[in-house]
């Protein structure tokens, strides 16, 4: 994991680094339910999906949407992700486990993710990424 949390106003400002388009997405993730539940998330169920986007802002934004909509809606904490990428297409399997209050109550609830201040950009060293999660 390689991603920071920077100080913001209002929201959750997250910055990250990876080598590959795929793990910047892992580590955006990631980002997301470290700030939502904590270190403390278990594998156990799995959710599947595929997204399409016509570029990789928009890919991510819908992938964290929809991260944040199954574990709001079906109440699952998730531990990690493996995720594939191919031009407009996002494919995910996600791991985790019921939301459990005792482990997973002290984050930040966060209500959306935000197109404001997104950059996602490349250079020889790998990708880099700059996000708001309105919380």
Known sequence: ?????LS????????ARAPTLEALF???????????????????TRREFTLHADNHESLLVDF????LFISEVDGL??????????RDELHAILYG???DP????????VKGISYSGLI?????????????LDV
């Open 26 to 44: 892992s580590d955006a993730f990631q980002a997301l339910m470290q700030v939502m539940y904590g270190n403390d998330r278990k594998e156990g």
């Open 97 to 99: 486990e019921a939301f």
């Open 64 to 67: 964290l949407s929809e991260v």
């Open 77 to 86: 904490v998730f531990s990690h992700a493996d995720i594939t990428i191919s």
């Open 8 to 15: 913001h106003t209002a929201d959750v400002k997250i910055q």
């Open 102 to 109: 005792l482990r997973h109550a002290g984050g930040t609830e």
């Open 120 to 132: 996602i950009s490349h250079d020889t060293n790998g990708y880099m990424l700059d996000i708001l």
């Open 1 to 5: 994991m390689s991603f920071t949390e």
